[in-house]
């Protein structure tokens, strides 16, 4: 969706390396969401946010933090402490107020150097 | 816990044949029931939805069905195209509840052979 942009496209970290994902939407949807995807698997919550400067664990939250200062942004950080972070990441969002589905972003692709 | 579990894993159909993705939730207060498809290294996508007032949603050559009492949907594809080969994921939504989160199935690869 248009609504969603992530960035980088593709991400390479180093050992004991710190880095952050970027998730923005146009959508004015209050809810948002991050998914780790390994190869031929499914969809795995890490963090999600119903509401700016309020956020949740998933099922996979270690290793990961996020932050929701602004409710366009949804930033990821995957810090040093996730030992295999190579994977794809998706961000995505949705309205609240009604069952709606939720939009996803392009991804991100991580590798570790 | 919350889960939803989707079957089969993977499928192969014949070209013009149709293809049946069945999935169950297991928290009744389930209340939307979308499906996405997603391509290889592509963000999934909203291909049709469901909500629990509603037993049958038709749309072109994709339909879905919901058994509330079995607590089970499912995802029909008619006439299959080598197009629509991807990877399908089901989904429960439970919204009213304060805590909006989506349930997903662990996907299904369709493969439709020319």
């Known amino acids: 969706d248009g609504g969603i942009t992530q960035s980088p496209k593709y991400l390479f970290r180093k050992e004991g390396q710190n880095v952050t994902l970027s998730c923005e939407q146009n959508?004015?949807?209050?809810?948002m969401y991050w998914y780790r995807q390994d190869p031929g698997q499914g969809l795995r919550l890490i963090y999600y946010?119903?509401?700016?400067?309020?956020?949740q664990k998933g099922d996979i939250a270690e290793g990961y933090s996020v932050s929701r200062e602004k409710k366009e942004s949804f930033p990821l950080t995957v810090t040093s402490a996730q030992k295999n972070p190579t994977a794809f990441y998706l961000c995505?969002?949705?309205?609240?107020?009604?069952?709606?589905?939720?939009?996803f972003g392009d991804g991100t692709r991580l590798s570790i150097l | 816990g919350e889960n939803v579990e989707q079957h089969p894993s993977t499928l192969s159909v014949q070209e013009g044949d149709s293809a049946v993705i069945k999935c169950t939730y297991s928290?009744?207060?389930?209340?939307?029931f979308p499906w996405y498809k997603q391509e290889l290294g592509k963000r999934p996508q909203l291909i049709i939805d469901?909500?629990?007032?509603?037993g049958e949603k038709k749309d072109q050559r994709i339909a879905v069905t919901l058994n509330k009492t079995a607590k089970h949907f499912s995802l029909h594809i008619t006439e299959t195209q080598p197009e629509d080969s991807a990877v399908y994921f089901c989904?429960?939504?439970?919204?009213?509840?304060?805590?909006?989160?989506?349930?997903f199935g662990t996907g299904t690869r369709l493969k439709v052979l020319a």
């Open positions: 995505a969002s949705s309205n609240t107020y009604s069952n709606q589905p939720q939009h």
């Open positions: 959508l004015n949807h209050d809810a």
């Open positions: 946010s119903q509401i700016v400067n309020d956020f």
């Open positions: 928290d009744s207060a389930s209340n939307y």
């Open positions: 469901i909500r629990s007032n509603v």
């Open positions: 989904a429960a939504f439970k919204g009213g509840s304060g805590t909006y989160k989506y349930i």
